[in-house]
């Protein structure tokens, strides 16, 4: 069974930059699709980020393309997200999740708070 568990976050002004971790607290997902989605409150899930199952495709959010870079360390079994220029609507609680295809995210871990002041 795979459950994920995400680390990193924390408060940060605006510009600055935090590295989020997920990493599995059971079986490898290395051969997963890894997603990085965020929640406000009272909003829907966003999603964010995902990287394939090999670490050669990633794609991107509009709101942080340019700004976010997912990675995956196979040895360390860890999917990062580099947050770098952060802006306050960055702020969120910060999931990970799993798909075998790209679809239909599952074994969410209970996620990282970023918030990002002005």
């Known amino acids: 069974q795979v459950q994920l568990v995400e680390s990193g976050g924390g408060l940060v002004q605006a510009g600055g930059a935090l590295n989020l971790s997920c990493t599995s607290s059971?079986?490898?997902?290395?051969?997963?699709?890894i997603g990085w989605f965020r929640r406000t409150p009272g909003k829907e899930r966003e999603f964010v980020a995902t990287?394939?199952?090999?670490?050669?495709?990633?794609h991107y959010a509009n709101s942080v393309r340019g700004r976010f870079t997912i990675s995956r360390d196979f040895y360390k079994k860890t999917v990062y997200l580099q947050m770098n220029s952060l802006k306050p609507e960055d702020t969120a609680v910060y999931y990970c999740?799993?798909?075998?295809?790209?679809?239909?995210?599952?074994?969410w871990g209970q996620g990282t708070q970023v918030t990002v002041s002005p």
């Open positions: 990287i394939n199952a090999s670490g050669g495709v990633s």
């Open positions: 999740g799993k798909s075998l295809a790209g679809r239909d995210f599952d074994s």
């Open positions: 059971g079986r490898d997902i290395s051969n997963y699709v």
